[in-house]
């Protein structure tokens, strides 16, 4: 990973604003435009739509929604003019994983002397985009594997291949055929937000641990919200298109094993659009889905079914090639970390460092307290007596709180001859 910056130049990279709408619907229909990330004619469109529906989707943004990252974009401007705009948007709820959605970079151009490629714009796009969303840990996309400038742009910035994308497309003719089979799938049941639990366990186990990381989604990602429902309806009425999902539920494993989600065109504008996951000790349940997915298509107009998979499901993509599915694309899932710089110290040679301040950490924190004094100094200050000691006037917690030492045994007593008094000598006989 190359951490150069791009050369200096006049370029300057701010916020999306209302009155660049126009040049960059321009932008985007330039012949030589460079689009690092999704193609021009899908840009003109979206960009057309946001120009149509700005002011509502501007006042749709100011709430928690789907919506609320619309405008989140940056524009690169060189003598008053957009050279390049990029656009991204949070992958999950907790916005830890953000997503580069498109880059539009224009022509390569020369103006007082300053020539700019297009590589170095949208390396400043790119890199403003790190230093500016400060809650984003991580940063992913998906480019065409056959799209060169757009690879190199997104390695010299630190992206790293994450997963092999590929999608596929099942023929109208396909899909009636499949929907001629009846599905066993006894325990097919629809979704809402009570089994959020289910979709997350099952969306964990399906995919390796480093996408899991990438991803990084909890239970909230699969609720959906009063605002989040709304949005979809309105979002379906303008597509005039449906929303059908069910997921297969195992009893005795208490879990879900297969899950489906298809977006079903009314006028057969636009090919109908499927998510699948399943378990990867289920395998057999691709031919019972795909099935129960024709038979829901089969009420709609006549069109084709656009379906992904990755190369860490080989089963899926197995068994779309056996049935006849057509290869329409093949992307490449990128991913990058970023680790925001702290306030750096000052560095601190250690030859300088005395004995005192490297055993700094040991010092007392304060002044010690006397306290009370100790029941071995007082026995080693007791007089050397030959009889029973007296341990009267020492405190009784001291003698409760440290084992008391034996007794002294005195020395025996010398036996004498006679203990009544001597006879005087006058006496003796």
């Keep these: 990973m190359s951490s150069t910056p791009p050369p200096a130049s006049n370029i300057l990279i701010r916020s999306f604003q209302r009155r660049d709408l126009e040049d960059v619907e321009q932008l985007c229909g330039e012949k030589n435009v460079s689009g690092f990330s999704g193609t021009a004619l899908d840009s003109v469109q979206k960009w057309q739509t946001i120009n149509r ?10 709430f928690p929604n789907p ?15 957009i050279r390049g705009v990029i656009q991204v948007s949070p992958f999950n709820r907790t916005r830890s994983t953000w997503r580069i959605d498109q880059v539009l970079v224009g022509a ?14 949208g390396s400043m796009l790119l890199r403003h985009c790190f230093q500016t969303i400060w809650e984003a840990r991580t940063w992913m996309l998906e480019v065409n594997v056959n799209d060169s400038n757009a690879l190199a742009l997104y390695r010299h910035n630190g992206f790293q291949p994450l997963a092999h994308m590929t999608y596929w497309a ?9 929907s001629e089979r ?11 937000n009570a089994d959020a639990f289910l979709l997350h366990q099952l969306d964990t186990v399906s995919m390796p641990p480093l996408v899991r990381q990438v991803f990084d989604r909890n239970v909230f990602d699969f609720k959906t919200g009063l605002s989040n429902a709304a949005i979809d309806s309105v979002r379906h009425w303008a597509n005039r298109s449906s929303a059908v999902s069910g997921y297969v539920f195992e009893p005795q494993r208490k879990a879900a094993i297969g899950y489906f989600n298809l977006e079903l065109c009314q006028d057969g504008s636009h090919p109908h659009t499927a998510q699948l996951t399943v378990h990867p000790a289920y395998t057999w349940l691709y031919p019972e889905l795909l099935a129960q997915m024709a038979r829901v298509a089969r009420d709609y107009p ?20 056996r ?19 702290l306030r750096e110290t000052k560095p601190v040679s250690l030859e300088g460092l005395q004995l005192s301040d490297v055993l ?4 007392p924190a304060r002044k010690p307290v006397p306290g009370r004094f100790s029941l071995l100094e007082s026995i080693r200050q007791l007089p050397q007596l030959s009889g029973q000691v007296d341990w009267s006037y020492l405190n009784v917690d001291d003698r409760m709180a440290t084992p008391q030492p034996p007794l002294p045994v005195p020395p025996p007593e010398e036996s004498a001859p006679d203990s009544s008094p001597e006879q005087p000598e006058r006496d003796r006989p």
């Design 53 to 62: 529906w700005y002011g509502v989707l501007k006042f749709l943004s100011m």
């Design 67 to 81: 919506l609320q990252n619309l405008f989140s974009a940056y524009v690169a401007t060189q003598n008053d003019r």
């Design 108 to 121: 390569t151009a020369v103006e007082d002397g300053d020539r700019t490629l297009p590589m170095d714009i």
């Design 170 to 178: 099942i023929a109208p003719d396909l899909l009636q055929s499949l």
């Design 182 to 192: 009846e599905p066993d799938l006894p325990n097919l049941l629809p979704v809402n």
């Design 302 to 321: 006549p069109q084709s079914l656009r379906l992904a998979s990755s190369d860490y499901q080989p089963e899926r993509e197995e068994y779309l090639e």
């Design 323 to 341: 049935i006849g599915a057509e290869r329409t694309e093949h992307t490449l899932l990128m991913s990058r970390s970023v680790w925001h710089k």
């Design 360 to 363: 700094q950490g040991l010092q």
